[in-house]
C-alpha cells in the first residue's frame, strides 16, 4: 500500500511500508506541535530521528504524514473528536517513517489553548509501548481493519470500524480511557 502526503509548495511524495519495524529507547520521547489543522509546528530530535526525516521535512507538512495505512482509520477519527473537544486522549498509534519502516508508539495527546481557553493546536508526547501493551493492540487493530476493508467508501468505513471500536470497548471496558489505561497497566516501567 502506498500513501501519499500533501503540504502546500511541496512535492508529492509516496512512501511505502517495508515490514521494518524500529523501536527507540524507553527513557526517549518523541514529542510533536501542531496547529488547528494538524499541520507540523514543532517536532523534536527523537521525532526526526525515529521518524527518518529532517527537521525541515516536517515543519508545516500535515502530522499525517506520519500515518502508518495500517493504521485504523476508527482510531483516528476518535482521537480528532476527543482532542478538538478539548480533551486529552492517550491512545496506541503505528507510524510510518519516512524510509518505510514503522515504529508504534503510546500517545499522549493534548490540546494547547490559548489565554481565552480556545484550542489553538495539539501537543503530543509518545513513549515506547511494551510488547505486552502490543500484543493486545495488534488484534484489536487488525479487527478493525479488517472491518473497515469490508466498505468501499472511506466514510462507511470509518463509520463502521468506529462502532466496531465502540463495541469492543464496551465488551472490555467502561470506556476507550479505561480500556487504554488497563493496557498501559501492562506497561513495563
Not at 17 to 43: C, H, M, N, Q, W
Not at 155 to 166: C, I
Request: hydrophobic residues 40%.
Amino acid at each position: 500500500m502506498t500513501i501519499t502526503t500533501d503540504a502546500p509548495s511541496r512535492a508529492r511524495e509516496a512512501i511505502r511500508p517495508t515490514g521494518v519495524e524500529r523501536s527507540f529507547g524507553a527513557d526517549e520521547l518523541i514529542v510533536s506541535k501542531t496547529d488547528r489543522r494538524g499541520v507540523i509546528t514543532y517536532a523534536n530530535d527523537v521525532f526526526c530521528r525515529v521518524g527518518a526525516y529532517e527537521l525541515d521535512e516536517v515543519l508545516g507538512r500535515p502530522h499525517n504524514l506520519i500515518r502508518h495505512p495500517e493504521m485504523p482509520r476508527a482510531v483516528f477519527a476518535l482521537l480528532w473528536e476527543t482532542i478538538s473537544s478539548g480533551h486529552e486522549l492517550f491512545a496506541y498509534i503505528n507510524n510510518l517513517a519516512k524510509d518505510g519502516a514503522n515504529y508504534w508508539v503510546l500517545a499522549h495527546v493534548t490540546p494547547s489553548f490559548d489565554e481565552r481557553g480556545q484550542v489553538v493546536g495539539y501537543h503530543s508526547n509518545r513513549r515506547r509501548p511494551s510488547p505486552g501493551a502490543l500484543a493486545q493492540v495488534r488484534p484489536l487493530y487488525a479487527q478493525l481493519l479488517a472491518e473497515e476493508r469490508r466498505h468501499s467508501s472511506t466514510k462507511a468505513a470509518v463509520a463502521a470500524s468506529s462502532d466496531l471500536l465502540a463495541r469492543l470497548v464496551r465488551e472490555r471496558a467502561a470506556s476507550y480511557e479505561e480500556l487504554v489505561w488497563s493496557i498501559i497497566g501492562t506497561q513495563e516501567v
